[in-house]
Nanobody
């Protein structure tokens, strides 16, 4: 079982930036594929971005391409999401997810380990 703790959310104006972090309590973090998902009020949880265990492969939802960047620091057991040019429609609770795997996974059903989430609110 992997414990995941997100941080870095908050309130920001449209056009602003935030950097989310997710710290994993597992010795073999470098063997896990990681991802960010988000859930807006009244909507289903959706994929945002994913990264391979070594960080060499990434995938993004079309809605965030060119604005968000996923990265990881395996030495610090930490996953990041740099969010730039934020829009009101980015408002959601953001969750990190982990799965022991060598390949990317973008389906919510592929992940068995989830954090508690961090709230991101973008005002217009």
């Amino acid at each position: 079982q992997v414990q995941l703790v997100e941080s870095g959310g908050g309130l920001v104006q449209a056009g602003g930036s935030l950097r989310l972090s997710c710290v994993a309590s597992v010795r073999t973090f470098s063997r896990y594929a990681m991802a960010w998902f988000r859930q807006a009020p009244g909507k289903r949880r959706e994929f945002v971005a994913a990264i391979t265990w070594g960080g060499g492969g990434t995938n993004y939802a079309e809605s965030v391409k060119g604005r968000f960047t996923i990265s990881r620091d395996n030495a610090k057991n930490t996953l990041f999401l740099q969010m730039n040019s934020l829009k009101p429609e980015d408002t959601a609770v953001y969750y990190c997810a982990a799965r022991p795997s060598v390949v990317l996974h973008i389906s919510i059903d592929d992940y068995t380990n989830w954090g508690q989430g961090t709230q991101v609110t973008v005002s217009s």
